[in-house]
Structure formats: structure tokens, C-alpha cells
């Protein structure tokens, strides 16, 4: 593989993963399909910004938003099968930051 020259698929996946947040949200989206509060609430996330960061991933193709016409309307997001390749990815990022990196401080994450 010739690391010289950055392949431009590779430049744009990078850029979205690198996204502050837009990694955790995949991760838990891993588990199944999930409520806009539920992510707010386990991610640590502001509502406004895990809001855009969904817009991005469902214009990418990764993520979808299901509207159930309830009372109250609830809102799902799931992960297309195109979000959910990235699983055996997400798993090895686990795998070397278990062996890697150490645990921070929750207050120096947010």
C-alpha cells in the first residue's frame, strides 16, 4: 500500500468518523435502533449538536430516522447496512484502545 499519496475515499472517511461525537453515535447505534433522548442521554451530547451530527450521518447514508405517528410522535434512528459495516471496525477501534489507551477523566471528555 503506498502511503505517499492519501486516497481521497480514504480522506472523506476519515473527515466524517473524525467528527466529534460521530463515532459514539455509531457505536451505540450498534446495539439496535434508539430514541433521540436515549442517545442524548448515554452519549452526554447537546441535543442541537446530536441533531446535526444525525442530519450528517443520514445524508451519508448511515443512518435512517423512522417516524411513528403515535401520541406522542416518536422518533427512531437505526443504523442502514451501509452504517452498520462499520461494526467490525468500531470493534477493532475497542480492541486497541482496551489495550492502548488509558482511561480519561469523564469531566476532561465533555
Not at 26 to 37: A, E, K, V
Not at 81 to 99: A, C, H, R, Y
Request: with cysteine.
Amino acid at each position: 500500500m503506498d502511503t505517499t499519496v492519501i486516497c481521497p475515499r480514504f480522506e472523506s472517511a476519515i473527515s466524517l468518523l473524525s467528527q466529534r461525537w460521530t463515532g459514539l453515535i455509531i457505536y451505540q447505534l450498534l446495539s439496535g435502533p434508539q430514541r433521540f433522548s436515549h442517545l442524548t442521554e448515554v452519549i452526554g451530547i447537546s441535543g442541537r449538536l446530536l441533531s446535526e451530527r444525525l442530519k450528517n450521518l443520514e445524508a451519508q447514508g448511515l443512518v435512517t430516522r423512522t417516524v411513528y405517528p403515535e401520541t406522542p410522535v416518536r422518533i427512531e434512528y437505526e443504523l442502514t447496512e451501509k452504517g452498520f459495516s462499520l461494526k467490525p471496525v468500531m470493534d477493532e477501534i475497542q480492541n486497541w484502545s482496551q489495550t492502548w489507551v488509558e482511561p480519561a477523566e469523564t469531566s476532561e471528555i465533555k
